[in-house]
């Protein structure tokens, strides 16, 4: 399905802020990706007792689990905003599944088991603690101190851990590319230049003809922009920042892939700003 988009698996919609887009318990029958504006996710139990999961902006994606599960949406999404979506039919959803096996494959196995074992037990532990009408300094020290060894050992053991000091742990650093040597590379058209920021960020300004490949909708954007390009061709990197580092994320998932010449744009975390490169949207 080369250059596939996904305006042809899907077509888009507004939703007015306040609008319950899908609600826990129901049968499943659209996916939804998110072009701009922002939902909540949330779970409620018979008590009427309400649990907040997270928030989504543009770029994120919600209703996968029951699609691939076959069972009741686990938790409802309510628009906090005005959104744009597009929504994605079951049948949609199951053939561009059907011709994107390696797609099927991680959102079977991240999200289907992952996130539903993970909401169910962030659940119980909300569901726990409101109950409670006082929890001892003791008990919250000793919650806390566990959840922080758990999360330590699991990111250690992580193979894509978050380093926690900038520059620990990286086994195999990402090449740098100087940001004279990447303008050069990109007026001759041997390079591909990829926006590793979130899509409402890449909508404000970017390098002109740049491919956004955010880490929330890597696996969708990726087959659909960069999977029939050659291995071996240059990728540039940009779009990290003081506290996040989307662009050695990025460019460590596009190594994984088998891309051989994966670059991160030197020169601080500005330098695609300051380094003459051509910007749109000019306003």
Not at 21 to 49: K, L, M, W
């Amino acid at each position: 399905m080369a250059g596939l988009k996904l305006c042809q698996v899907g077509h888009e919609v507004s939703v007015p802020a306040g609008t319950r887009i899908v609600t826990q318990g129901e049968t499943p029958e659209f996916f939804y990706v998110i072009q701009s504006g922002r939902v909540r996710v949330f779970r409620e139990t018979a008590d009427r007792i309400r649990t907040e999961l997270t928030d989504l902006r543009s770029g994120s994606y919600f209703g996968e689990v029951a699609l691939v599960t076959g069972q009741p949406r686990t938790a409802s999404v309510e628009a906090m905003e005005e959104c744009r979506l597009i929504k994605i039919s079951k049948t949609e959803f199951d053939a561009f599944l059907d011709q994107n096996p390696q797609l099927a494959r991680h959102i079977i196995h991240q999200l289907s088991q992952w996130l539903v074992a993970g909401d169910q037990r962030l659940e119980t532990e909300v569901v726990h603690q409101v109950k409670l009408r006082q929890v001892s300094w003791f008990d919250f020290v000793l919650l806390g101190g566990l959840s922080i060894i758990l999360a330590l050992g699991f990111n250690f053991s992580n193979p894509n851990r978050v380093p926690l000091v900038a520059g620990w742990g990286d086994k195999d650093p990402v090449a740098v590319i100087a940001p004279a040597k990447a303008l050069e590379e990109y007026k001759s058209g041997e390079a591909v230049v990829v926006d590793a920021r979130p899509t409402n960020f890449f909508n404000q300004k970017h390098v002109k003809g740049a491919k956004n490949l955010p880490m929330p909708l890597f696996d969708f954007l990726y087959l659909m922009q960069l999977s029939q390009i050659p291995k071996d061709k240059p990728l540039i990197v940009y779009g990290g920042n003081i506290s996040r580092q989307y662009d050695q994320d990025v460019a460590r998932k596009l190594i994984v892939r088998g891309h051989q010449n994966v670059m991160v744009l030197g020169g601080g975390h500005e330098s695609w700003k300051t380094s003459k490169f051509p910007l749109e949207p000019v306003k």
